[in-house]
T-cell receptor, first 111, second 114 residues
């Protein structure tokens, strides 16, 4: 499965959009981009996933570039409760047990 | 639904002691997983199960055992605790291995071996 590269940390002002980038330049055609987050001392939480089209749900939006080599997770109106580590993972369908968890991006939402 | 429930939340063991970390889910998920997370590191898969009676090793299985006698429960056993097993342990479940079946996690067991 393709590796991902994320910034170590980011800051965002409360109420503003948080844009978290992820580079996955070696992604193959049948690999999906997943995002999870881990709030301090809790288990990871699924956010969103996509293949090549942009996706939106109640938590966030996922923008995938046309060449699929990078993506951006957007939290449209960040709150203090969005302070967490965000993990970008690339995985083939049917490979939940092969998720590779990197160090993610530590997002601090500031008042 | 309670989701994925792990007990205990915290535990301190002496070297050589044994213990079982409990995990239960009420979502009728077929797949269950055990991960460990060391400080400042990503999660690593210890064992997983695709259904009752079926288990398989993950990336770091040494020193652990699992069983899956029911769909709901997936306990993790440490037989001879070692300091290297000091970690936070997360149990997770998913309906299956498909794309629309993300992992649901418990809130972890913090284990210290001294």
């Amino acid at each position: 499965d393709a590796k991902t590269t994320q910034p170590t940390s980011m800051d965002c002002a409360e109420g503003r959009a948080a844009n978290l980038p992820c580079n996955h330049s070696t992604i193959s055609g049948n690999e999906y981009v997943y995002w999870y987050r881990q709030i301090h001392s809790q288990g990871p939480q699924y956010i969103i996933h996509g293949l090549k089209n942009n996706e939106t749900n109640e938590m966030a939006s996922l923008i995938i570039t046309e060449d699929r080599k990078s993506s951006t997770l957007i939290l449209p109106h960040a709150t203090l409760r969005d302070t967490a580590v965000y993990y970008c993972i690339v995985i083939k369908a049917g490979n939940n047990r092969k998720l590779i968890w990197g160090l993610g991006t530590s997002l601090a939402v500031n008042p | 639904n309670a989701g994925v429930t792990q007990t205990p939340k915290f535990r301190i063991l002496k070297i050589g002691q044994s213990m079982t970390l409990q995990c239960t889910q009420d979502m009728n998920h077929n797949y269950m997983y055990w991960y460990r997370q060391d400080p400042g590191m990503g999660l690593k898969l210890i064992y997983y199960s695709v259904g009752a009676g079926i288990t398989d090793k993950g990336e770091v299985p040494n020193g652990y055992n699992v069983s899956r006698s029911t769909t709901e429960d997936f306990p993790l056993r440490l037989e001879l605790a070692a300091p290297s097993q000091t970690s936070v342990y997360f149990c997770a479940s998913s309906y299956d291995d498909s794309l629309g079946s993300p992992l649901h996690f418990g809130n972890g067991t913090r284990l210290t071996v001294t």
